[in-house]
């Protein structure tokens, strides 16, 4: 397995400060899936009454566990529910077997905990085709149980880490008519899961009440305008997983889909999608591709994954190369609707191009001094309507290879 | 501008002995567009009653060029033809500009040769979004004019190259009814072109006696199966232009679609693509990916080119690891009918997965030892129906990552 001994450059100074979700337990621990010595498991515990709400990985060949996951959304909240993790296995492409060792986790986590097997929903992250040896895990899990602890937050982002080089966790704290409601959420990816790809998992939390089509409705949503806009190098997991439980013990009650809990978790939500984008694989710049004047809304998020995607923009980044030329190119391939002769770009603030041409106040020398800064706005507008989009992405360097090629299962 | 100082490990050992198409002549020099001391110019003309056929990139910004190429395909063929090409500067997002220095090189050609400036067709490749300075161009074509040889298409593979590492040409020789009928063709691409992106030009040229429309259905349907199943790293070109003249001067007649000539032209048309995928920008692989039992061809090929331009099987390829698991990943994300449990994949002759798990048969020692080849199969069945497509592509390396991102404009 690849060794990562550098933090990102992007990594942020330290772990924030979060705050405790009344009616949350965490608990992790070493069940030796894979390797032995490290934590590989994690159980999270929600009060009885939580909705849970998720979105999940689109891939066709999805694993047993998120297919688990998605059947079981939805169900009676009467009794809580529970979060559970493993890495070193993916249980991906593992035939019928997947879905028997997610049976097994599940009804093993019923028993020592007492909630429904339908409320226990599993994420598995690591190396495809192989059995997860999931007898390992249901030995662990009255272990888990024991050490769950509200506090156990920090303790479960880092056991869920495979080889992301740092932490990833936000928080946000609102006031809805006087009584506080919390939000409180960790990530994992996309650091390589030796050896195969990088999943990202997440994980959410929060004291409102929302009934669960409700808070199913605004995480699908936001999901939309935060981690579907993030990419890395455009390959898909067949595990990413992303929950939200909410626990209702403020007593608080959300009923709109708009207000302010849906910016909070907006921008709890962004903020994690963006620390996966500053742990990609190699990564060492921040791109936000801000795309304006499309014909719509779709087509500007096509044009922004297209540049966000390419891998000629990315390298052009890595090298600090102000190379509008590999953005219009970019522009070009997607497949939505273009002018060559009405586009505009500019690298930060700095104009770029105009109207199909490089603009008359562009100089080299102001392109190459911004290009040198390690978070970068690519901004296109089409010309062409209102339509508008922003995806994140990040540089693609000799990291990135080395981290996938150099280093072998 | 990147110097590559070596040559492809993927080059064929020598450039190929090319026949003589009578009625077709090639000239090349120097004309400065960019840089002193290097030939960035070629004309290329053919015999009266030659008709010509071209495809071009779908790029929604696309260069004057490529624009002017493809209003003038069909036009009166009675006088003959002229290709043109130069390097240093794509003329490409250049606004009006760039049609008038197409103009420019049209109308000059025509003056020196007496042919229409309708035919005339120009390629430029290079830099994006300057000017081009034709007037450097117009002012040598008088000299190229003097130069034109029959002889002198081993001159032209090598001026058209920009950093290709290697001249790219192929031929094929037939019997049609007792008469001979020779095709030769030439290609530059996928060797960077500072400070931009790579650009694929080819041109091909015939003795055969061809109409335009039927020559045109011909290379149509034959670039769907040969250049446009190639990828280096996904990203298209501005400037992406096949030329294909037909000179008559066998005196031999085609007027089916299908037949030897076909046939014969598509083995041109598919050597040189495999050779521009040879010399992608840090190839060390040449890797063909087979998909049968797609729901569908359409589908078959969305498959194959999600696999091939997949970062994380591409960095596989170049570790030489046999990571089944990223061409799972591929084609569950591509968006194409899958059905996790009857996928069966292979490399080579060897089995790696079967209805959706890990081959009993399948030994990781026999994979390992499999991928150290230069030539690589990756055979992928979904098991769904009758849909097959075949691709191309190469590993994606660290000299890929050196040339777009250390080296710089």
Request: with cysteine; glycine share 12%.
């Amino acid at each position: 397995m690849a060794t990562i001994t550098s933090v990102s450059p992007l990594a942020p100074a330290g772990f924030p400060d979060l705050p405790v979700i009344d009616g949350v337990a965490f608990a992790s621990g070493e069940a030796g899936v894979k390797y032995a010595g490290r934590k590989d498991v994690c159980l999270i515990t929600l009060a009885p009454g939580s909705s849970v709400a998720g979105t999940f990985t689109k891939s066709a060949t999805r694993s047993a566990n998120v297919l688990d996951c998605q059947r079981k959304l939805g169900g009676d909240s009467s009794a809580g529910a529970a979060f559970f993790i493993n890495s070193g296995n993916s249980n991906a492409f593992t035939g019928r077997a997947g879905e028997g060792s997610v049976q097994a986790i599940s009804a093993a986590i019923s028993a020592a905990t007492g909630l429904p097997e339908d409320r226990v929903f599993t994420s598995s992250t690591g190396v495809i085709g192989e059995r997860l040896p999931h007898e390992k895990i249901t030995a662990k899990i009255g272990d888990l149980v024991a050490g769950l602890d509200a506090n156990g937050i920090e303790g479960a982002a880092q056991a869920i880490r495979t080889t992301d080089t740092f932490a990833k966790a936000s928080a946000r704290t609102l006031e809805v008519g006087g009584k506080s409601v919390k939000i409180a959420g960790i990530a994992k990816g996309s650091g390589m899961i030796a050896p195969d790809m990088a999943t990202m998992l997440v994980y959410i939390f929060t004291d409102a009440k929302v009934s669960q089509p409700l808070l199913q409705q605004i995480l699908s949503e936001l999901t939309d305008v935060t981690f579907n806009c993030i990419t890395v190098d455009s390959d898909t997991s067949t595990s990413d997983t992303l929950l939200l439980g909410a626990t209702g013990t403020s007593g608080v009650e959300i009923t709109e889909s708009r207000g302010p809990f849906r910016d909070a978790l907006e921008a709890v939500m962004l903020e994690l999608a963006h620390l996966v984008v500053k742990d990609g694989e190699g990564a060492t710049k921040f791109v936000e591709v801000q795309i304006t004047g499309a014909v719509n809304d779709a087509d500007a998020k096509t044009h922004g994954l297209a540049i966000a995607n390419s891998p000629l923009v990315k390298t052009a980044v890595a090298g600090e190369d102000a190379n509008w030329g590999r953005v219009v190119m970019a522009i070009g391939k997607s497949g939505a609707a273009a002018d060559r002769d009405l586009l505009s770009i500019r690298f930060g603030d700095i104009i770029v191009a105009e109207k199909g041409w490089v603009a008359e106040s562009y100089s080299e020398d102001a392109g190459a001094a911004y290009m040198k800064q390690d978070h970068l706005v690519i901004g296109v507008d089409l010309g062409l309507g209102d339509g508008k989009a922003t995806v994140w992405t990040c540089d693609l360097t000799h990291g990135y290879i080395s981290i996938n090629a150099d280093y072998r299962s």
